[in-house]
């Protein structure tokens, strides 16, 4: 019978319902339950199960269920993950208790636990996992064959392997398991390897540069070296395409006009959740009260011709659109460095004219509009609505135009300050713009109607 982590027997009816379940399913399970029923579960599940269970990233609160095991149980399970899992469950159990857990491993666990959480979070060296399968570069193909039959399952993969100088143990070259099972079993490894010299990393790069990197070469895995040249861990593309999405998550929060969060929506408290978006929210309420002041400014005019208030909201809300998708376009050009600080003028310039012609077009549905609706009768814009419609057109010109400026240089401005480009969010943008569209319609109002409507 099987055992769970105790070395009780485990529950059949919790075996029952688990035991033809994709460890996925079973990390769905246990996601939808309570702290305290998981705990509970997990207590009960095979060791091997549990461990599958912590290594996916998608377990929730894996920290404090991890904490709130007791001590020999949550030792076990650490050091059957792999080692970065290891280290990014460690980060978030609170003191004195990671302390415990950490004095609690083998020394093999511990010292790539230790090795791991000296870099700093977002750098390659924490994402890295250590448990990778290397051979000295004298081995033949059957020799290392042979090897990989005996750690794989200890090792996070085994699609690329590392073949290290026998000697100074620096990293030689790179044999794919491909390559190696195509190749004769007597050759040297050497014979399978790279026709290339191998693509490495270094344990500061951020992890967006790790991410492209990848990406670029199409790789399962690349190896992390120190400046001998020497293998300190491996990066595999799952690990890859978990700081994707956890990047993609907080980029598009940030757009929206808050802080990131770094929960499941459900799991966020109340307090928590006010907290995350009050603050932009605030800093937003107050950018509009300029859009009140600049409105003040005009009074005289909005008095004198009420029917221009009709359509403040559709100048204003085109050049926030045009300004949010100038901001979307570029944030995301700067992640994936199609562009860079420098480029800014070449945004501009192409800008310029993008948004005139986006303005003009929507100055010719806007002119069309008022003339349908005065020629149809539902609707009578006085004996001057032929000036008016014209106003309509040029004013949409000029704010989307300063829209689409403004939305595309706002990130490049944001970067340079050291922030995150992201910052400069959809909300923002419209926020600024308008203020400055609400300046650029009563200006061309004034300039147009002065004599006939003011």
């Given at each position: 019978m099987r055992k769970d ?228 861990g491996i990066i595999t ?188 969010s959809a909300p923002f ?26």
């Open positions: 982590l105790s070395g009780e027997p485990v529950n059949s009816t919790l075996a029952a319902q688990l035991a033809h379940e994709h460890v996925a399913d079973i990390v769905e399970l246990l996601n939808e339950k309570s702290d305290e029923d998981v705990v509970e579960m997990i207590a009960r599940m095979p060791l091997e199960w549990a461990v599958e269970v912590f290594d996916r990233p998608q377990f929730q609160n894996a920290s404090e269920i991890l904490a709130a095991l007791p001590e020999p149980k949550a030792v076990a399970l650490l050091e059957g993950m792999s080692a970065d899992r290891a280290v990014d469950v460690l980060r978030w159990v609170e003191e004195p208790a990671r302390g415990r857990l950490q004095d609690g491993l083998n020394a093999e666990t511990r010292t790539a636990v230790d090795h791991l959480m000296s870099y700093a979070e977002g750098t390659a060296g924490s994402m890295m996992t250590t448990e990778f399968v290397s051979v000295p570069s004298n081995w033949t193909v059957q020799q290392t064959i042979d090897h990989i039959r005996k750690v794989e399952r200890s090792r996070e993969t085994v699609y690329a392997i590392y073949v290290l100088n026998p000697s100074t143990q620096r990293l030689v070259n790179i044999v794919t398991l491909r390559r190696l099972i195509a190749a004769e079993p007597e050759d040297n490894v050497l014979s399978a390897a790279l026709a290339h010299a191998p693509i490495t990393l270094n344990p500061t790069m951020p992890r967006e540069d790790v991410a492209r990197a990848i990406s670029k070469y199409d790789v399962l895995a690349l190896p992390v070296v120190d400046s001998t040249n020497h293998v300190l593309v799952d690990d890859v395409i978990d700081v994707m999405i956890e990047e993609q998550t907080a980029d598009v929060q940030r757009m929206g006009g808050m802080e990131a969060i770094d929960k499941p929506y459900f799991d966020i408290s109340f307090l928590q959740m006010i907290k995350k978006r009050a603050g932009w929210l605030c800093v937003l309420f107050l950018a509009e009260m300029l859009t009140a002041s600049a409105m003040q400014v005009f009074e005289d005019e909005l008095e004198k011709a009420i029917v221009l208030a009709l359509f403040i909201p559709l100048v204003m809300s085109s050049g926030g659109n045009s300004g949010s998708q100038a901001t979307s376009l570029i944030i995301r050009a700067l992640a994936l460095r199609e562009v860079t600080l420098r480029d800014w003028w070449r945004v501009a310039v192409r800008e310029l004219p993008t948004g005139m012609v986006l303005g003009a077009i929507l100055g010719i549905i806007g002119i069309i509009r008022i003339t349908v609706w005065q020629e149809a009768g539902i609707f009578d814009y006085g004996e001057h609505w032929q000036i008016l419609a014209i106003t309509i057109g040029i004013a949409l010109v000029g704010i989307v135009t300063f829209g689409s400026i403004t939305g595309s240089l706002l990130p490049f401005i944001i970067k340079r300050a050291g922030f995150d480009p992201a910052s400069a943008v419209a926020t600024l713009v308008d203020v400055t569209g609400i300046v650029i319609y009563f200006s061309v109002a004034w300039v147009m109607l002065a004599g006939t409507i003011l």
